[in-house]
């Protein structure tokens, strides 16, 4: 789904149905689980989600390998678990990264305004008028497949987003009271910004960030998928299920089990970022 | 708006596609430069370092012994006549492999784009009016993990469900004719439709949501419409914006999605033509690729923008907003 879970539908979102109680419940046990098994990996896992067994070869699942091996017998269990690591890092750099420069590109854009502004939003114009993922796709196939280079790529096609809402946030508080009353004390710009100005449109940006978070899980897993990020091997859910989907006869586990995995988490993530919006939204309307 | 005003909005927007069509082509040619190792053996491609005179022959074919400004000028020359040289995997012109491989692309597209719509449109407007009911709930659930599901994913699930299990569809293959294509392009489009729909159905929902709430609709009502009346004629037709900005958003979707599904299914369209040749480093043909897809989705959002002026005869693009 990549680009289109990104935060330009606002206007969509305002009047989502907000998540039953179990839904939501269930959406943070997964992400609990994700994040469990990304961090205690090497301690799960059975084996080596890399570790290769000829003699074993192709099986399906048993007692013994519970989502059954791959055509090289490579451990299907353990490397959906391994994968859950590079399923929360990438995400998490970008979404952080994303934050971090669209509040910052933001809040001088919507601010300041003038030469700045024009130069900010120029740059954010240009992002929005292309396909992000396809501009993905051919940088990072053309710079040289890395799994850092995707994440810098994807952080740069992902800020702009950030950048406009908080652009959008900051020129509404600009008339405020609070904004007028701190330039006549004289305080500097920079104060004012993220001292006075941050907090208030936080409610607007933080639930951005978890669904940044979910539209980078499925657009790196995209690329891996595509074979563009890490390497051959990897145990990485899109990169898994690009490896495995010509077994979908003699194994389907080991392609539906990764790709189940990236379903499940991005979904959670979007369920948890619209459950956040709704309470800091109700905040802000009892202020 | 004036005939006068659309006119001049239109040549604006085109100015302004010019401007963002020649940024985007500097961008192209400079991933000549921008990949790793020397332009030559960039167009090299991988091959052994050719002796002293296949490396003149390059240079000397490519321009590489003018400056920087003067290859982009002779690239950008050929590129608006379409003309994006040679590609190095194939040897046949960048063009004719595009020609070759677009007619898939464009049937795959157009049959997911048909379904998310329909799909999209139906379910969106199912679920406003059955609002907050458990119809509402599955709706709304179904576009959050469509929207979450990437395409390749849906695909795979698909192709298990359908081919595997059930040997409904053909699990491979693109088929001959047009019926046949039709058959085997189902679960390829449907996997778009799944990822492009979630998006139509959210959009769609919120704007009739918003509409049904109206005056007009409630007097509709108590002058006795039908119901069917009210519900298309007055409230969809209010809530037509938002599913037109979908719209244009699941139709380029449906190119970044053509790529991944392409690849799914082992379709050789245009999306697997640029897969192939990213990974084959093969860079004419990469260049000549992304020129025309961001020329399309640029074309996308210039005609979307002037059919809300159809649709809703008050917008009127202003200067600060346009």
Redesign the interface.
Known sequence: ?????VP??E???????PP?PF?LAFSFLVLGVVVFLAVAAPLVAPRDPHAQNLLVGLTTPNSEFWFGTDDVGRDVFSRTIFGARGALIGPLAIALGAFLIGNVLGLLAGFRGGLIDAAIMRWVD?MY??????VA??LV????SSYVLAVVVLLVLTSPFDTRIVRGATLEQRPLAYVEAARTLGLPGRTIMFRHIFPNILPVTLPNAFLNF?FSL?AL??LS????GVGPGSAEW?RM??ES?LL??EN?VA??AP??M??LT??S???VG?WVYERLADRGRAR | MSRQGLVLFVLRRLLALAILLTTVSFGVFSLLYLAPGSAEQVLLAGRPAADAETRNEIRERYNLNDSFAEQYALWAKGAVRLDFGQSIRTGEPVLTAIKDRSGLTIFLGVYGFALAMLAGVSLGILSAVRSRTSADRGIVMFSIVGASAPVFVTGVFLLYAFAVLLDLFPAFGQGEGFLDRFWHLTLPAVALAVGGSALVVRLTRAGMLGALEQDYVTFARARGLSARRVLLAYAFRNALIPVVTAGALVLSFMLTGAALVEVTFALPGIGALLIDSVNFKDLPMVQGLAMVLATVVILINLLTDILYLFIDPRITYSEGTA
């Open positions: 789904m990549s680009e289109l879970a330009q539908l206007r969509g979102r305002r009047r989502l149905l039953t839904t240009l008028a292309l396909p992000g993922l396809l796709i051919v196939g053309v710079l040289g979910a499925v897993s995209a998928f595509l074979g563009l899109g299920l690009a989907r979908l006869f389907p392609a539906l790709g189940g990236i379903v991005a979904a993530m979007n369920l619209d």
